[in-house]
């Protein structure tokens, strides 16, 4: 067939079909036809068809059909996600084709998830009217569609009730008349839609004692005090472990405090580390402790000596009776 045939009877239909829908009452039951005109950016689907019929019932298919442009030369669709009434920036003059709007169970713009809005307004544009309520968009996470609620009042979206969350997981979201802020919680660092943990142990300035240790948490950070020193970790005190009230040296021990222990010394007569202490028996040490006319007895911390008989003076040396007298 001659293409000018095909052109002449593809517009007579389409004239037909306009003026027979055109008829139809108001309300949107069915699709209504704008001859020469069509709208733009917002085709997500095409379809070869001999007839604008057969577009209108692939249209009532699919849930994201709002409308369609019929290009006449090449018997061909394009279905819209959009409506002029949303979008009538878009909708401009076309010699070859004609816009169809969805008349017939049109699904509301933001009602489904396949079939996002990108602002309040829009959805008012292209329902005539709508109440405030939990809608879809595509406009609050790239490449997502997200239910929130929208204020038809003034047109805000609340992006921080959203389905699926736009700050980060540490940050607090506070909705703003257009927009929304993300803070980081404390102990984290970021813009706010994406927060790092701060590492509090290796800050310049230290957060715990210079007796405790550091310990790095999520969001937090754990200072304990080191063995010896007593506090809360972001201030630790020495601790008086000579002063506690169970010994920590041996009872015949000395005591002596330091910054973060103690030290524990043998008395004179005893050996051993401090915590355990041993009597020393002097009377059986290497090196005689008494006069060698003595007889040495060992005691718990120190030793007698005792001049033999016959002998006198203080132990540690005793001198024969007999050469005094004979003196
Ligand atoms: C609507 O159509 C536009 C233009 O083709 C497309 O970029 C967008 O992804 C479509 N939206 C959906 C939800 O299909
Ligand atoms: C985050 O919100 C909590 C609870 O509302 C509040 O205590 C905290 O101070 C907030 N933090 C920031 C950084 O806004
Ligand atoms: C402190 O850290 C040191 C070295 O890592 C470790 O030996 C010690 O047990 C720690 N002390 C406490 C109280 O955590
Ligand atoms: C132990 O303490 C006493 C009394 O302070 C002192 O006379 C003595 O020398 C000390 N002994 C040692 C081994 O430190
Ligand atoms: C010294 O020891 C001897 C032998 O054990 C004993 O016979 C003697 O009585 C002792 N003398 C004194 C003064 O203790």
Known sequence: ?????????????????????????????SESSIVGWMLRGHVY?????????????????DNRCQSFNWIISVLMCEFNNRTKEARPEDFIPNQDRS???????????GSIQE?????????????????SGKYWFSTIKSGTSVLAYCNMETNDIDECGASSPVCDINANCS???????????????????TCQDIDECSA?????????????????????????????????????????????????ANCSNTRGSYICTCRAG??????????????SASSLVC????????????????????????????QGKIKVDFL
Do not use: W
């Open 175 to 193: 909705n703003t008349r257009g927009s929304y802020i993300c803070t980081c919680r404390a102990g984290y660092t970021g813009d706010g839609k």
């Open 115 to 131: 079939l996002p809005a990108e602002t309040c307004d829009e959805i008012k544009r292209s329902e005539g009217h709508a109440v």
């Open 45 to 61: 689907d095409t379809l070869f068809a001999e007839l604008p019929f057969t577009c209108a019932f692939k249209c009532r298919e």
């Open 291 to 318: 006069d060698i006319n003595a007889n040495c007895s060992n005691t718990r911390g120190s030793y007698i000596c005792t001049c033999r008989a016959g002998y006198t003076g203080d132990g540690k040396t005793c």
């Open 270 to 283: 005893y050996t051993g580390d401090g915590k355990t202490c041993q009597d020393i028996d002097e009377c």
């Open 99 to 109: 816009y169809y709007r969805r008349g017939l169970q049109r699904v509301p713009l």
């Open 204 to 252: 310049s300035s230290p957060v715990c004692d210079i007796n405790a240790n550091c310990s790095n948490t999520r969001g937090s950070y754990i200072c304990t005090c080191r063995a010896g020193y007593t506090g809360d970790g972001k201030t630790c005190q020495d601790i008086d472990e000579c002063g506690a009230s169970t010994p920590v040296c041996d009872i015949n």
């Open 1 to 29: 067939m001659d293409a000018r045939i095909v052109l002449r009877i593809s517009v007579l239909v389409l004239l037909l079909y306009s003026a027979v829908t055109q008829k139809c009452p108001a309300g949107g039951r």
